[in-house]
């Protein structure tokens, strides 16, 4: 029950406010098997400089009068990788449309309306993801048009699409 998001195009927030993690997935195809490496990373325990998942796990016991444990990493790991695997599962037997729902459940981005770019540049509105994964937006001007994550960054704060300053 505590709010946990999906910033794309791989962040995990605490409500639209605090990042508490993210995943990077790199992929190679030979022949016709993909070889998926994943990294995730999660702040399970370090209070600073912003908000760990314990924390949250303790301010829902308070505002909930209940008593749910805070995690440890082992723990974090296992249940991460468990749901993982079913969702890896659920993706080979279904397909996208197998997974989306539950990733469409947990984003921040559906209806937001962004700009592109720069603080001055088109203002479109989010859709979804097309069928590669990238950010599908919709523009009054151009119709629809899907946005690499690669080379590009999401600025929730000032509801901004740039490119990546290296």
Wanted: proline share 4%; with cysteine.
């Amino acid at each position: 029950d505590i709010d946990l998001r999906v910033k794309w195009p791989n962040d995990i927030y605490y409500s639209n406010l605090m990042k508490l993690g993210g995943v990077l997935v790199t992929s190679t195809v030979v022949g016709s098997t993909f070889h998926l490496l994943i990294g995730c990373g999660f702040n399970v325990t370090n209070s600073n400089p912003t908000v760990c998942i314990n924390d949250l796990i303790q301010k829902y016991n308070i505002e909930n009068n209940c008593s749910l444990e805070p995690f440890n990493c082992s723990q974090l790991i296992a249940l991460t990788l468990n749901c993982l695997e079913a969702l890896i599962t659920s993706f080979q037997e279904g397909g996208p449309d197998a997974v989306l729902p539950t990733y469409y459940k947990r984003w921040l981005h559906s209806g937001t309306q962004i700009r592109l770019w720069s603080e001055e540049g088109p203002e479109v509105q989010v859709v979804g993801l097309d069928d590669n994964g990238f950010l599908q937006v919709y523009s009054k001007e151009e119709g629809m048009v899907s946005v690499e994550p690669d080379g590009n960054s999401f600025d929730m704060l000032k509801n901004l699409v740039v490119i990546k300053q290296h």
